[in-house]
């Protein structure tokens, strides 16, 4: 007992005198630190983990009780002064700062700004796109849309594929499984844009005038194909409407693209949703007019043609699946291919640079 009393009383003589070590003397390093860094680091040396005050209070549990509460008020005291020393002195900091910040040489407004050193712009493709669907929207169409996963029916079915034709084919198509689906519904990434002729002429009466672009897929890979590409389909359906329609709409179409003396030609073809079926060909942007050039071009292979569309009119049971009177309506439609018009008027020999996405490509666009 003696021993412990002894021990307490000359803790508390310690704390006493350290506390009267301590004194004022943190109010002399507050006010001479002259950054919030500095103000900081003075404040750690007395409330820190290793501080002056931190260790005091450490002492405080050995002080004899009869005493403690008494120093304990003291030492409580002291520490709210440096707390409020510490933020007077805060204050003070960030004031002056402030006022040296507003009395500064102003910044001058009138600089030009930065300009970015690498600005992007739109895709070569998708400016393509684009173009093609204001060429259609300046003739009278209207823009519509389609998901790139469709169903079987909307792909295919509808547009009278025969269920064994070959683009139906797992070579040349992906099928998409449907978790949960009834084995009788299927879904595939689109092969065409021709879905979205299904979906409006289902949807909408008669008359129309519609155009629509976006990506299309198959399973192909070489310099002239891609697995997924674009395209941009339009059609047309209204009394009266037949094939010099289309060639009209269509002539004018590439001679907006390409200009006035532009040549286009129309070759037959077939496609299971259109009857007749064609494809028209513009004359070739590289080699055409300068025969010595024509035989080793390689964009029209010497033939002086190259192939943009596939088009047709409207086949009878298309519009019959669709629910619309092939007896009183008649339309054409057509389907541009986006990476071939890009190609030529480009000059770009390679499908597949169009993807690969260098920047020192795409910033000639
Ligand atoms: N959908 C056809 C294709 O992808 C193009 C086409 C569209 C042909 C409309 C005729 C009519 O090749």
Not at 24 to 52: N, T
Not at 105 to 124: C, E, K, M, Q, S
Not at 184 to 199: E, I, P
């Amino acid at each position: 007992m003696l021993r412990r009393s002894e021990s307490s009383v000359a803790t508390a003589a310690e704390v006493d005198q350290r506390l009267a070590a301590l004194g004022g003397q943190f109010r002399d390093r507050f006010s001479q630190a002259d950054s919030e860094q500095e103000l900081r680091l003075a404040r750690a040396d007395v409330l820190g983990k290793k501080g002056a005050l931190t260790g005091i209070l450490k002492l405080m549990g050995a002080v004899p009780a009869d005493q403690r509460r008494q120093l304990g008020e003291r030492v409580n005291g002291i520490k709210a002064e440096v707390e409020a020393a510490f933020n007077d002195r805060l204050a003070e900091i960030r004031r002056a700062e402030r006022e040296a910040d507003l009395n500064a040489a102003p910044f001058d407004l009138t600089l030009p700004g930065r300009v970015p050193a690498l600005r992007g712009h739109l895709h070569p493709i998708r400016q393509m796109r684009d173009h093609i669907l204001e060429i259609f929207q300046s003739l009278g169409f209207e823009i519509a849309w389609g998901p790139e996963v469709e169903l079987e029916v909307n792909n295919f079915t509808k547009l009278a594929f025969p269920p064994d034709h070959p683009a139906t084919d797992m070579q040349d198509t992906f099928w998409v499984k449907v978790e949960g689906a009834p084995s009788d519904v299927r879904a595939l990434l689109r092969t065409h844009t021709s879905n979205v002729q299904v979906r409006e002429m289902s949807t909408h009466p008669p008359p129309m005038a519609i155009v629509s672009g976006g990506a299309v897929y198959r399973r192909d890979d070489d310099i002239t194909h891609s697995p997924m590409f674009h395209q941009v389909e339009g059609f047309l359906v209204d009394v009266g409407i037949s094939f010099a329609h289309l060639k009209g709409v269509l002539t004018e179409f590439a001679q907006r693209l390409y200009g006035r003396g532009s040549r286009v030609r129309f070759r037959p073809s077939y496609f299971p949703f259109v009857e007749p079926g064609a494809e028209m060909d513009i004359g070739c942007v590289f080699c055409d007019g300068d025969e010595a050039r024509r035989p080793s071009c390689r964009v029209c292979k010497g033939t002086g043609w190259v192939e943009v569309l596939g088009c047709g009119m409207v086949h009878p049971l298309v519009f019959a699946h669709c629910g619309i009177d092939a007896e009183k309506y008649t339309g054409f439609a057509f389907g541009v291919g986006v990476e071939r018009l890009a190609m030529l008027r480009y000059q770009v020999p390679d499908i597949r640079i169009f993807f690969e996405n260098d920047p020192r490509f795409l910033a000639q666009f």
